[in-house]
């Protein structure tokens, strides 16, 4: 049996860290607005849990982004596949990250890779050469390292 998950990302401002990993890996924001406007519609939900980051509802606190080939929950928006949660937290980040994304550039690509991320809000921390392999070590908008190799 195998299981179904998501890695969940805590984060200031979770619209923005999903609209940077969903340009970073081409991966889609999710759209819960069906679900939500049901909810606010049947009067489950209030409008102050809710924002309007692409023009219509979201969730204030929580944002997600998918692989475009995998499938989702039409209701929900919700992707069943390789996805990243994103929700808010009160505090910002202040150690090394127990966990971290590795991005693979095609071969010859990790510079330019690494460049067009810089361009879309992440910053290089530094270079790691080891016999095993070298990197680039770099930070997201909210400072959470990831990896380009």
């Not at 299981?3 to 979770?14: C, E, M, Q, S």
């Not at 929900?76 to 949660?85: F, I, K, P, V, Y």
Request: charged residues 25%; glycine residues 8%; negative net charge.
């Amino acid at each position: 049996m195998t299981l179904h998950w998501k890695l969940v990302i805590d984060a200031l401002d979770p619209h923005s860290q999903a609209d940077f990993w969903a340009e970073a890996l081409g991966y889609l924001v999710e759209d819960n607005s069906p679900l939500i406007d049901e909810l606010l519609g049947a009067g489950v939900v209030t409008e102050d849990l809710t924002v309007e980051p692409h023009g219509h509802h979201a969730w204030r606190d929580l944002a997600a982004v998918r692989h475009p080939d995998d499938s989702y929950d039409e209701k929900s928006g919700a992707g069943l596949g390789r996805r990243l949660l994103f929700q808010r937290v009160p505090e910002t980040k202040t150690v090394k990250n127990r966990l971290h994304l590795d991005v693979h550039a095609a071969p010859g690509q990790r510079e330019a890779e690494t460049e067009r991320l810089v361009g879309l809000g992440a910053s290089l921390l530094r270079l790691v050469e080891e016999p095993g392999g070298t990197w680039q070590v770099m930070l997201d908008p909210e400072g959470n390292e990831f990896c380009v190799q």
